[in-house]
């Protein structure tokens, strides 16, 4: 593997900070972060002046389909998305289909993704077989390689709760949970008063927050837990009593919390259908300054594909979800960065850093020397509108025409190169 110097960049570290200068990568690691550094004799060379330089991020909530709905995503094209999109780790989900359960698929799927052009870690069901019904094998899913635990897509039953968190505690794995009372959704499609608006079922807004003070509480008494795609004021209200008690909870945001509200649902448009819904003008403001005040510990895409025919029935028939691989680092430099909500190195604690932490990934998150040369280029000058196709085999996004900036420019993984932007 040749050395690859990445020079003239800006360069920004979740604990170094920034500072202008070169990057050497040799041996799938960093070897120099900052100063002028002369290219080794073989080296690839890319100069990114005005380019901004990050570890790679890591998207630790994404949906690849695979197994069961491989029409609508499989591991190698999440994982392609995933490196056009600055991405360089990736922590899917096990709700498929068949759940990834039991340490033998784990296993096989783990060495399928071996090929994949960026890091691709699983989840496994917290649950055995996602039933809700029982304990899954913590200690042999972790030997199967498993790195957290969750029934994303469905909550994490009330009762086995504080069994599951001293179960994942004890093997050492992070135990996500998706808070949401179902009693309390129902059939609901979307956010009150977009529902009616348009003549929809809604979801109420207790289906999320009391699901959130369960699981704080529980977290309080027992151990740590991970909270995901939090989107209402209550729920980060919540999470920001917690960490000032002291408690051992974290929790997660993703973009299309902080940058629409339920106001942006205009006609009866499936792209805008997603779990949990989005939310009022109001909530998507306290999500906002929970990135800004380090209550939100990390964004992550919760990336979820369907295909077109799904998603053609409107909110009444299609399923929830959208994709956010390609679009997670140009909406958080557009919405987050270039409008002075928080600053670049805040935006490399949100992505790089606290993911790494939480999913223990020792050597990513960091451009320190001895760290692994994962990195993200992105280049903030160039405006481009999101595109009706993705490198994603669905297309299922509300994004779709919006003008961003902070697209990837190059993505690094393990010293390749696995992209250039055009």
Known sequence: MPDLLIKNGLLVDPVLGERRGDLLLRRGRIARCGGRVAAPRGAEVFDVSGLWVFPGFIDAHVHAREPGCEEAETIASAAAAAAAGGITSVLLMPNTSPALASPALLRRYRARAAAAPVNVYFSA???AGRQGRAPSSAAALKKAGARALTDDGSALPHRLLPELIRLARRAGLPLLDHPEDFSLTGPGVCHPRAAARLGLRPISDRSEWLAVLRD???AAGCGPLHLQHLSLAASVAALKAAKAAGWPVTGETCPHYFTLSERDIRQDDAAFKMKPPLRSAAD??????ALADGTVDLIASDH????AARKAGGFKTAPFGIIGLETLAPLCVTELVLKKVITRRRLAQLLCANPARL???KNKGSLRPGSDADVA???PRRARRVPEVFVSRSRNSPFTGRLLRGWPALTVVRGRVVFRGA
């Open 304 to 307: 979820a594909p369907h295909t």
């Open 125 to 127: 069901a917290a649950t």
């Open 216 to 218: 704080i509480f529980a």
């Open 359 to 361: 999913l223990s990934l």
């Open 377 to 379: 280029v992105l280049d």
């Open 284 to 289: 998507r403001l306290a999500v906002l300054s």
